[in-house]
């Protein structure tokens, strides 16, 4: 079921030091580090509002850490709650649309979509898609892009067991191809040799 392998030139990489994160007046957590290297994965857990969402934006450089340093090497692909795709835009088209801007091949965009069972649903518009559908052509855009470094916030909200058990295999595809995968959830996601990470260790 593999998908054809992402091909990226750089290492990728990816280090967290002694990084601290504030929202509003409260400091949610201080002292996160961690270093990543090709085929590693990282869970991120904890409980709702602990801070996975603030951490995942914060390594992707949408916000500042209040404290600390992210060193990254390679490009991001991120999947959170939002799709970023055009809800008026066929599936298919839409997709076209986010591998244009990403300078990818639109085919993996359309592989990765087949893989997660979107095949019939590509003339379809978005905004008529299902919730465990949205979440899987979200997915299906993030893998067309093609990047090294895999941010996922809570990939398994909406999905039923078996695409579950497709997220799970892709990212382990994904890391078994040198690529690094961080995945924020308050459920298990079952992958080998993944590290997980307890943010309550480092609420202050
Ligand atoms: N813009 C903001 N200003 C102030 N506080 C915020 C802001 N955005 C989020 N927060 C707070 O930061 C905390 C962490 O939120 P975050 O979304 O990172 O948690 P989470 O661990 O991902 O939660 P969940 O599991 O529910 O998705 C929450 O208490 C939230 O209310």
Redesign the pocket.
């Known amino acids: 079921m593999q998908a054809s392998l992402p091909r990226w030139t750089d290492t990728p990489s990816l280090a967290v030091t002694d990084l601290a994160?504030r929202?509003?007046d409260?400091l949610?957590f201080r002292g996160v580090g961690f270093t990543l290297a090709p085929g590693d994965a990282l869970h991120l857990a904890?409980?709702?509002?602990?801070?996975?969402?603030?951490?995942?934006?914060i390594l992707t450089g949408l916000m500042q850490p209040f404290a600390g340093t992210v060193a990254r090497q390679g490009t991001i692909a991120l999947l959170d709650e939002r799709s970023a795709l055009d809800p008026h835009l066929p599936l298919g088209r839409a997709l076209a649309f986010w591998a244009g801007v990403d300078g990818a091949d639109s085919a993996q965009g359309t592989q990765a979509a087949e893989l997660l069972g979107l095949a019939q649903l590509l003339d379809v518009p978005v905004r008529y898609l299902s919730t465990g559908q949205k979440k899987r052509a979200a997915l299906a855009r993030m893998i067309g892009q093609q990047a090294p470094l895999w941010l996922l916030?809570?990939p398994l909200n909406g999905l039923d067991k078996d695409a579950v058990g497709l997220v799970e295999t892709l990212v382990q595809d994904h890391c078994r191809a040198g690529g690094i995968a961080v995945i924020?959830s308050?459920q298990p996601f079952v992958l080998a040799n993944m590290e997980r990470f307890e943010?309550e260790r480092h609420i202050p």
Not at 46 to 57: E, F, P, Q, T, V
Request: with cysteine.
């Open positions: 994160c929202r509003g409260r949610l904890g409980a709702n509002g602990i801070g996975k969402s603030s951490l995942i934006r916030d809570e924020a308050h943010l």
